[in-house]
């Protein structure tokens, strides 16, 4: 069961693609995350939660491995707590 829209295909990326970050789940699952806004969830939300889902599945899948929590997280946030690169979200 799902916790929040998207958490699947989010797991499934973390668990099976060689080289992670949260910028390569942006860019392969765009329309995911455009498909994850709810009422509740407004766009501007939407980097901070998907980059707070992205952590969160990150520490549970790799629970006793600390170095690469580390290094995905440093691949993902910069040290101001934002994310470096969010892909444009629009559709042609």
């Known amino acids: ?3 929040y829209p998207g958490q699947d295909t989010l797991i499934s990326y973390l668990k099976k693609q060689s080289n992670k970050s949260y910028r ?3 860019i ?3 329309n995911v995350v455009v498909a994850s806004v709810t009422s509740d969830l407004k766009w501007y939300d ?3 939660t998907w980059a707070s889902n ?3 599945e990150v520490e549970k899948i790799f629970t006793d491995q600390q170095e ?3 290094t995905l997280k440093q691949k993902s946030v910069n040290f101001g707590g934002e994310i470096d690169y969010v ?3 629009t559709t042609k």
């Open 1 to 3: 069961m799902n916790s």
């Open 24 to 26: 390569g789940f942006l």
């Open 28 to 30: 392969l699952h765009k």
């Open 46 to 48: 939407l980097e901070n």
């Open 54 to 56: 992205y952590i969160r």
């Open 68 to 70: 690469v929590i580390e």
């Open 87 to 89: 892909p444009s979200f």
